[in-house]
């Protein structure tokens, strides 16, 4: 009884996490085809989707490749361009709470943005559900699987087809994004944290390794934050109480 | 040789950022505050992630009807906001996306 509902929970986590592969799809195609204009061969490209398992970053290693950058920064810059995952699992942290390390390792290694969106939402709709990591499993698994396809598939292509990486693959992600972040923008300091996000990111955008993604983070986190505690205070004083 | 040196160390580092917090978080108990704040995460690095990614082009600002990453970005966040449906927002946004590229208008 009690396997059959976290094998339920697995598949419900890998279900969940189908239209993200839908928009990971042309990204890792994308990743596949970049990874072969620049040289690296089909080993050395597996190897990166396998055992690293960061899309943007190794979208960004494999350009800097193509440049001929050294060792330590492309180690740097996939550090920075990483570093967001900090955020979600401190974000997940609690969900996960008493789980052992046979657990904890592979959820930390599997962590992607598309898995850390479906299982945040999973756990707020759910707060008191005890197999979230189950949960997460599943969708770690099916976007690792796809993420492992697409590869294949795009240094295949880029073979094949000269200029792949002038089709604008890299959108599918955005769109992603978007269609994860917009539903989530229920209240008004979130779009606060939304807006300044942005206006960071966008001013920030020169800065060495990538460093401005974080900048524009944290920033957007304190502005949501400080938005919503500002909002309470001031209905605080209002009703008097 | 040195590529695999390379993804080794990618690797390293990149789990290295994705674990550690994710094992002492659930060790303890976080203040509530900051649990409150986290909540943010999402919104924040996401927008962060895209909006130089759909706004600079080649380098340059680019907000005109000729960016189709503007465009079609703009097409989603309705779609978006309206159907609350993730499925049918990338699929939307990638048709528009398309559509302008392969019109040459993009």
């Not at chain 1, 390390?101 to 709709?125: C, S």
């Not at chain 1, 920030?204 to 920033?219: C, K, Y």
């Not at chain 2, 966040?77 to 208008?105: C, D, E, N, P, Q």
């Amino acid at each position: 009884m009690k396997s059959l509902l976290k094998r339920r929970e697995f598949l419900h986590g890998a279900r969940d996490t189908v239209p993200m592969i839908v928009g990971a799809i042309p990204f890792g195609i994308l990743f596949g085809a970049l990874a072969t204009s620049v040289g690296l061969s089909f080993y050395a490209t597996m190897a990166m989707s396998l055992f690293v398992f960061a899309g943007s970053s190794q979208f960004v290693a494999a350009t800097l490749i193509g440049q001929g950058a050294g060792v330590a920064v492309i180690v740097m810059t996939t550090f920075f361009v990483n570093l967001r995952h900090a955020l979600y699992s401190a974000s997940l942290g609690p969900a996960f709470k008493g789980l052992k390390q046979t657990w904890l390792l592979p959820l930390g290694f599997f962590l992607t943005d598309e898995t850390y969106a479906v299982v945040i939402k999973r756990v707020n709709e759910s707060p008191d559900g005890k197999d979230h990591h189950w949960y997460c499993l599943g969708s770690s698994l099916a976007m690792y699987a796809n993420w492992q396809i697409c590869t294949v598939i795009g240094f295949t292509a880029g073979n094949a087809l000269e200029d792949l990486s002038g089709w604008g693959l890299e959108f599918a992600m955005i769109v992603t994004f978007i269609g994860i972040v917009v539903p989530l923008i229920t209240r008004f300091p979130m779009l606060i944290a939304a807006g300044v996000a942005v206006i960071v990111a966008l001013l920030s955008r020169n800065m060495a390794h990538n460093l401005g993604l974080i900048v524009a983070s944290v920033a957007g986190v304190a502005a949501g934050y400080g938005a919503e505690v500002y909002a309470e205070r001031k209905n605080y004083e209002a009703t008097g109480s | 040789m040195k590529t695999f040196l390379l993804i080794f160390l990618m690797m390293v580092v990149t789990f290295g950022v994705r674990y550690p917090v994710l094992a002492l978080v659930g060790r303890y108990e976080l203040p509530g505050s900051v649990k409150r704040a986290l909540r943010f995460v999402p919104v924040a690095v996401l927008s962060a992630l895209c909006a130089p990614m759909v706004l600079i082009q080649q380098g340059q600002w680019d907000i005109s009807f000729s960016n189709a990453y503007l465009v079609a970005s703009v097409f989603a966040i309705l779609v978006a906001w309206r159907s609350r449906h993730l499925l049918l927002t990338i699929v939307a946004g990638l048709l528009v996306f398309a559509l302008l590229k392969v019109s040459g208008f993009g």
